[in-house]
């Protein structure tokens, strides 16, 4: 992408001008119906494993197209939230589902990611996902955001990834070479001409199952986007680390270790286990080859020290509290020989990773009820301690449980 910085934000803006994105909804009930205690106090310990629960959080949500905003205001009813983006057409998006749904609790801004300090205020969670890879400096957008998080603040970033996006590059080039504009017959030719695309393309994966591909908006989005950089697991590190961030935790990690799916009994995987985490999960962005977008949750380098990651050497565990996962279901027909289940997390996309169970591990399973430690799970159902620490170690590399860890965080504090 060639230009100065300020071209390329006019360019940027015009485009979200013409094509906000998400699609605009006006309906929020359905999500409102979704998001209950149980899942606000999972996504809560997903972000914050050492600290209790509080639903009462501070959130920006930083280009926050049309949508996200009143999604994270209707989903933290008692937080307060801000949204800012610097389209005016999906600012005025928001602002009629704030008001249709009375959402006293978001305010809405008409502000560029790189003026986020002009808010004047800190965050605990700051929320930039599909925003950062469009800015003319991403590492100053990233750097402006995390001046605004509060000290035990967690930050989600979502940026998209290169190697699975290999078939989007080709035909945004493809789009370039024959000088396609955003008109929107321009736009209906392209998703038109796209049917005619080979079924081995490496689009074609992403045409069949990406709901982007499924509106004008997301094909305009993907693929006439006037600057769009992608960043792998390496270069993702790097550019949190130039922000002042340190990586906390992939927003699903199961597809990026070792234990997880079918590299756990493939020859390679006593290799990846010696590796670093972060050697881990670069490798296997490539050996996975399709991932579209990486979703992090990262920190600041300088938070304070209680908040540390879970961990399950020494005696800590014993005393962490495993809180299910929304979204995971617990499979008990057709399954592979000696499984009394199969667990999977629906947001999961590779079919790999399906985790499955036997008897023993079942019951331990049918005791978690977001109160008990590990320690009186395992003693209410006379399970042996290895055999616990081992499956609610791999409950939470897989996705199925998050852990509330402030139990273990006090004692030590
Ligand atoms: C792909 S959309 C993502 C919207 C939303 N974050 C989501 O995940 O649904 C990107 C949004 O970022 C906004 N945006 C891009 N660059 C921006 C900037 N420099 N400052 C503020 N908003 C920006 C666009 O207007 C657009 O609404």
């Known amino acids: 992408m060639e230009g100065s910085d300020s071209s390329v934000t006019a360019r940027v803006t015009a485009f979200y001008e013409r094509h906000p994105y998400p699609p605009p909804v006006d309906d929020l009930d359905v999500y409102r119906r979704n998001w209950d205690d149980r899942r606000r106090r999972a996504e809560s310990h997903l972000l914050w494993p050492a600290e209790p629960y509080r ?7 930083a280009g926050c197209g049309t949508t996200q905003a009143a999604h994270y205001a209707v989903r933290w009813p008692k937080a307060r939230v801000i949204g800012i983006d610097f389209s005016a057409a999906s600012i005025a998006f928001t602002r009629e589902l704030k008001q249709k749904y009375g959402l006293d609790n978001l305010e809405v801004r008409q502000l560029a990611v790189e003026r986020a300090a002009e808010l004047g205020q800190s965050f605990e969670y700051v929320v930039a996902t599909g925003v950062l890879h469009h ?4 590492d100053a957008g990233l750097r402006t955001l995390s001046g605004v998080l509060a000290a035990n603040g967690a930050i989600h970033v979502m940026v998209y990834a290169p190697y699975g996006r290999a078939g989007v590059y080709m035909l945004q080039e493809y789009s370039r070479r024959l000088g396609i504009g955003h008109a929107d017959a321009e736009i209906r030719d392209l998703a038109a001409s796209l049917k005619a695309l080979p079924p081995d393309h490496p689009l074609a994966p992403l045409l069949r199952n990406s709901p982007d591909f499924a509106s004008s908006a997301g094909v305009a989005d993907a693929l006439l986007h006037p600057n769009d950089r992608s960043y792998s697991v390496p270069q993702l590190m790097d550019f949190l680390d130039r922000a002042g961030l340190s990586f906390g935790r992939w927003l ?3 597809p990026y270790l070792p234990w997880c799916g079918a590299l756990a009994s493939a020859p390679h995987h006593s290799k990846l286990i010696e590796l670093t985490a972060e050697a881990q999960y670069a490798a296997i962005e490539l050996f996975r080859g399709t991932m579209v977008r990486h ?3 990262a920190f600041r380098k300088d938070r304070p020290a209680h908040n540390a990651s879970v961990d399950f050497d020494g005696d800590a565990w014993l005393r962490y509290v495993p809180v299910r996962l929304p979204d ?3 499979v008990r027909d057709r399954l592979p020989p000696g499984a009394t289940a199969v667990l999977i997390n629906r947001n999961h996309t590779y ?3 399906y985790l499955p169970i036997d008897a023993r591990e079942d019951r331990l399973l049918a005791a978690i009820d977001g109160e008990r430690t590990i320690a009186e799970i395992y003693g209410a159902t006379q399970s042996d301690r290895s055999l616990a620490r081992d499956f609610f170690r791999q409950l939470w590399r897989w996705d199925q449980i998050v852990l509330d860890t402030s139990g273990a965080a006090q004692t030590h504090s």
């Open 55 to 61: 639903n009462d959080r501070s959130i920006l949500v």
């Open 351 to 353: 079919t790999d990773l």
């Open 328 to 330: 995971t279901i617990v």
């Open 135 to 138: 800015l003319a400096d991403p």
């Open 295 to 297: 979703s992090v949750v």
């Open 252 to 254: 699903r990690q199961a």
